[in-house]
T-cell receptor
């Protein structure tokens, strides 16, 4: 079935350390993988995305890697800052007549000052 | 304009009431989505409209009735809801095609009493 697994569910890191969040998807036809950050009481906002024809993408302190064979993708945040504290969701686009976005279960990241 | 605007921000309704949630975007997006999000959970897809036609209904109870009057507007009509329907209702839009960013509105926090 359509499924996106995400680990860990919570992650605490010291300020300045790196954080890694991992996701696995089930539909091999998925071709787009966004990452959203959601602060408490706010809307999910895209922080980075990757398409299936690319293995890695970087934007300043944030990077995403994709392994299509293993159906894994990961978010890497370097030099973490307290303002990075939020819930992060991975997602995968799945074709079901039309495209839809299925979200992972979320990771609550706490960056400790 | 990269905004998706939802009204109202908060809604309290009784189980016998009828109310509507509204969503508007002016980015020319032809795919629009309704998601339901419970506390500490990921957004859960309810409906997808593509080119103003309902293309995905994720087995949502009939007490939720979506409507897409034109390419900029998306409504969710609510009737005879249950307390367990209390949640944050998020609208999103994207280019049709599934491998582009979905922009989220700030949500309507619904409480059913």
């Amino acid at each position: 079935g359509e499924n996106v697994e995400q680990h860990p569910s919570t992650l605490s890191v010291q300020e300045g350390d790196s954080a890694v969040i991992k996701c696995t998807y089930s539909d091999s036809a998925s071709n787009y993988f966004p990452w959203y950050k959601q602060e408490l009481g706010k809307r999910p906002q895209l922080i980075i995305d990757i398409r299936s024809n690319v293995g890695e993408k970087k934007d300043q302190r944030i990077a995403v890697t994709l392994n299509k064979t293993a159906k894994h993708f990961s978010l890497h945040i370097t030099e973490t800052q307290p303002e990075d504290s939020a819930v992060y969701f991975c997602a995968a686009s799945i074709l079901s007549g039309t495209y839809k976005y299925i979200f992972g279960t979320g990771t609550r990241l706490k960056v400790l000052a | 304009d990269t905004e998706v605007t939802q009204t109202p921000k908060h809604l309290v309704m009784g189980m016998t009431n009828k109310k509507s949630l509204k969503c508007e975007q002016h980015m020319g997006h032809r795919a629009m989505y309704w998601y339901k999000q419970k506390a500490k959970k990921p957004p859960e897809l309810m409906f997808v409209y593509s080119y103003e036609k309902l293309s995905i209904n994720e087995s949502v109870p009939s007490r939720f009735s979506p409507e897409c009057p034109n390419s900029s507007l998306l409504n969710l009509h609510l009737h005879a809801l249950q307390p367990e329907d209390s949640a944050l209702y998020l609208c999103a839009s994207s280019q049709a095609g599934g491998n582009t960013e979905a922009f989220f509105g700030q949500g309507t926090r619904l409480t059913v009493v």
